[in-house]
Every structure is written in C-alpha cells, then in structure tokens.
C-alpha cells in the first residue's frame, strides 16, 4: 500500500458530473477524514483478496479496475477518473485490483472512520447511496454496450462518455488502446482501427498524445 503524504489541496467532490449539491455536501464531511496517496504509474491501490479497510477517491490522474479470468485474460470493469470514489462495493475483501494509469493521486478513507461519521452525519450516508445508484446505472449501460453494439458503435459511446464527463467537446485518453479494448470487449487491433477510422473520417481529431476533440458530435452520435 503506497504511503500517504501532507499535501495542501482543494477537492472538488463528485461521483457524476451532474452530482447534485446536496450529495457533494454530505461528501465533503469526509475530507477530513481522508489521508492522501500518490501512485505511479501502473503501480497497484490494492490486489483481490486485500482486507477491505479503505475507501478511494480519485483526485488526480485516472484508475483502472481490473482482475485476470481463469484463462489469463485481463478484464477491465471500470475507469475511475477524478471525482470517482473506489472501493463502496467491496465486502470484506477487495474482489478485484485497482491499478493507476499514470501518475495518480487518490485520497484514502478508513472504513471504520467512515461509518462512525455516518452514525454521527446521516447525510454521509445518504451521499454515498447516492454515488453507488450512480455507478450502478454506469454498469447497466455498459452491459448494454458489450451485449448489443458493433466495435465501431462501442469505441463511439465511449468516447461520447468520456467527453460528457469533461464537457468541452474534448476526450482525456490517458490509458491504453489495450486497456480500452480489455474495458470493451475488443482487441487492441480493432481499437487502433476504430480510431483510425474516425480520424480518417474527420469526427474526431488528434490533440496531444493523450487527447482528442471530437469534430463532428452528430456524426459520432450517429
């Protein structure tokens, strides 16, 4: 576990980017709570089977969560980006791995600590109900994703994701074509073609390594 370091920030809390007010002030009781954590790149916040004693949030950077499959395949579940709160779901043990994707800053909260806050402040709780329904509807849209789209019609919704997270036209791509197409169902080839495609189409443009814009909404929509 990465040791945690002082460090001045100002967070902004959300789970979603149309989080109500009211969830983020119940959230923001948790701030002082939390002990901050810098990773490396592809250095791991916890494997499968570590005790669950933390809550994550995701302050800076981007986490992948990720387990092997009996055939030694790599699934990736989700994408935790700034504002995404890691861990809610996990029982006594953490059922997957939590990697960074490049250098990331996660604040961490004690369990304990956090339940006996709830027990003082409702609203803790309420707020993180909250967050939990949000990331349940996130995984319900994603299985219709891998259970009825082309590839072509994948990588598109999931671009337009990404950009309604950001809310300036505009895709931050900080993983891998491998760690899309592990998150996608797809191959890394199939992602490099998808992409290369729009591009060459001109609905989406190249900005920085680890950034596109997308030129043409209504055509990627379509």
């Known amino acids: 576990?990465?040791?945690?370091?002082?460090?001045?920030?100002?967070?902004?809390?959300?789970?979603?980017?149309?989080?109500?007010?009211?969830?983020?002030?119940?959230?923001?009781?948790l701030d002082r709570l939390g002990a901050v954590i810098?990773?490396?790149?592809d250095e791991p916040l916890f494997r499968p089977g570590d005790a669950a004693e933390f809550y994550f949030k995701v302050l800076k950077g981007a986490v992948r969560?990720?387990?092997?499959?009996?055939?030694?395949?790599r699934h990736i579940g989700e994408f935790l980006l700034v504002g995404d709160f890691i861990g809610l779901d996990a029982s006594e043990h953490y059922a997957f791995s939590a990697e960074a994707i490049t250098e990331t800053t996660v604040i961490r909260y004690s369990r304990h600590k956090v339940d006996a806050l709830i027990a003082e402040d409702p609203r803790v709780g309420q707020?993180?109900?909250?967050?939990?329904?949000?990331?349940?509807?996130?995984?319900?849209?994603?299985?219709?994703?891998?259970?009825?789209?082309?590839?072509?019609e994948r990588i598109a919704t999931f671009l337009l994701t990404l950009s309604e997270r950001r809310g300036d036209g505009r895709v931050s791509l900080p993983m891998t074509r491998t760690d899309i197409g592990?998150?996608?169902?797809?191959?890394?080839?199939?992602?490099?073609?998808?992409?290369?495609?729009?591009?060459?189409?001109?609905?989406?443009?190249?900005?920085?390594?680890?950034?596109?814009?997308?030129?043409?909404?209504a055509e990627l929509v379509a």
């Open 127 to 152: 707020s993180l109900v909250e967050v939990m329904r949000a990331a349940l509807a996130v995984a319900r849209e994603r299985m219709l994703v891998l259970g009825h789209m082309t590839a072509m």
């Open 65 to 73: 969560g990720c387990r092997l499959l009996a055939d030694g395949r």
């Open 38 to 41: 810098a990773l490396r790149r």
């Open 182 to 217: 592990d998150y996608l169902g797809l191959t890394m080839e199939t992602v490099s073609r998808a992409l290369s495609q729009l591009k060459g189409d001109g609905i989406i443009t190249q900005h920085g390594i680890h950034e596109l814009a997308i030129a043409k909404p």
């Open 1 to 29: 576990m990465p040791a945690a370091f002082a460090v001045s920030y100002h967070p902004t809390v959300r789970a979603t980017p149309a989080q109500p007010a009211a969830v983020s002030d119940g959230l923001a009781a």
